[in-house]
């Protein structure tokens, strides 16, 4: 049975719950609600272990903090033999509009400091990522406030629909594979 690694980057601690910066766990919260999957305390974080479509989902929360995120993928990747093609990061990102979603085969990290920590971690940047537009309306010198704030009043209404289309890309991606969740997903 093929195997996936789904990792979504956010903090821990309530603090963090529902700002901008955590949209990658409420897309591995999504996705785990539609497999009826629950998380458990692992090493490095929490999981959820699901089927879909007769494959494995290792959907993975780290408590490891964003900055430091490659250690529990790295971890994970060990522990369950998941190769760089059956991983999936998910986070955010400032340089696209909110909700917009873009999947890629590979890429930079843009600045965000849990991408470098993985890169860093797994020696390469070739690795598939999900990034989750969150929008750049902040003041200069206001970035940490706005990555690290909660949705406004129109992010939040449009927010589950965005949530549920993420979920459906990653479904994608464990059944049909990168370049069609790439062509189907992007930019939608």
């Known amino acids: 049975m093929k195997k996936f690694l789904i990792v979504g980057l956010g903090n821990v601690g309530a603090k ?9 766990f409420e897309v591995i919260d999504e996705v ?3 497999l009826e999957a629950n998380f458990e305390e692992v090493k490095h974080g929490k999981m959820a272990k699901a089927s879909y479509k007769g494959r494995t989902c290792f959907l993975l929360k780290p408590n490891t903090y ?3 995120s490659g250690k529990a993928v790295a971890y ?15 986070t955010d990102d400032l340089n696209l509009p909110f909700g917009t979603l873009r999947i890629k085969s590979k890429g930079s990290d843009g600045g965000h400091n849990g991408l ?11 690795y598939p990522r999900f990034r989750f537009g969150i929008g750049n309306a902040f003041e200069q010198g206001r970035q940490v406030d706005f990555v690290l704030g909660g949705w406004s009043t129109e992010e ?4 589950q629909e965005r949530l549920e289309q993420s979920a459906k890309a990653i479904e ?4 049909t594979g990168l370049s069609r969740t790439m062509n189907t997903f992007n930019n939608t």
């Open 32 to 34: 785990a609600k539609r």
């Open 156 to 159: 939040q209404s449009k927010l």
């Open 76 to 90: 994970h990747m060990q522990q369950e033999k998941i190769g760089l093609d059956e991983l999936l990061i998910v």
């Open 172 to 175: 994608s991606f464990v059944f």
């Open 116 to 126: 470098k920590d993985i890169q860093s971690r797994l020696s390469t940047p070739n």
């Open 16 to 24: 963090y719950e529902g700002t901008r910066h955590n949209i990658g």
């Open 66 to 68: 964003m900055n430091l």
